[in-house]
């Protein structure tokens, strides 16, 4: 009889983790889906894949608007004042403060402003992606560093030539993540 009551526990037990679990993912799928229409809206304006907009959101914010990093950063792209004053700047905005980065909307459209401006800096690049996202992580002056010989111009070798662990797995996460975040082709 005791055995089969701490069977019985330990099963509902078991009903109740794989129910905690299922919300769980249930929460997680509206979140990363929540910000699908500004993502989508900032992406065409910049000429930007959604999936990769996503994957950094995903990465630098886990898509909590109100996020605040420990060096200043906010919001859903982690927004660090200097670039949204230059997306400021560039779409003639009068009236900005820094608190207008916990708006999703104004997040995104400032963070995927300053990535295509990533993006271009790498026209030589055979995928400027990898490059522009280590500069998004850890500056463009590294970047520069990193890119010698033929990390010039080929993101794998580059890839490997970053010389921080975490921007380099920073940006194998994103990539990774926008594989993921990519709709299915027919």
């Known amino acids: 009889m ?37 993502i ?4 065409k304006e910049f000429q930007l894949d959604p999936a990769l907009i996503k994957a950094v959101i995903w990465k630098e914010s886990r898509f909590d608007p109100n996020a605040k990093g420990t060096s200043g950063e906010i919001g859903l792209m982690q927004l660090m004042d200097a670039a949204a004053y230059e997306w400021v700047d560039s779409a003639l905005i009068d009236g900005f403060v820094p608190e207008h980065l916990y708006d999703p909307h104004t997040n995104t459209l400032a963070g995927c402003y300053y990535l295509a401006k990533m993006i271009k800096f790498y026209p030589e690049c055979d995928d400027p992606i990898p ?14 560093k990193w890119s010698k010989g033929a990390a010039r111009t ?3 070798q580059f890839i490997e030539a970053i010389g ?9 996460e ?5 594989r993921e975040y990519q709709p299915d082709k027919p």
């Open 2 to 38: 005791n055995h089969r009551r701490t069977g019985i526990i330990a099963f509902g037990l078991l009903i109740a983790a794989w129910i905690a679990y299922l919300l769980f993912q249930t929460d997680r799928a509206k979140r990363q889906g929540k910000f699908d229409s500004i």
């Open 154 to 156: 080929n993101s794998v």
């Open 164 to 172: 921080f662990a975490s921007t380099k797995q920073y940006v194998k």
């Open 174 to 178: 994103i990539l990774s993540k926008r």
């Open 131 to 144: 490059y522009a996202l280590a500069s998004y992580n850890a500056g463009r002056g590294r970047v520069l």
């Open 40 to 43: 989508a809206m900032a992406a």
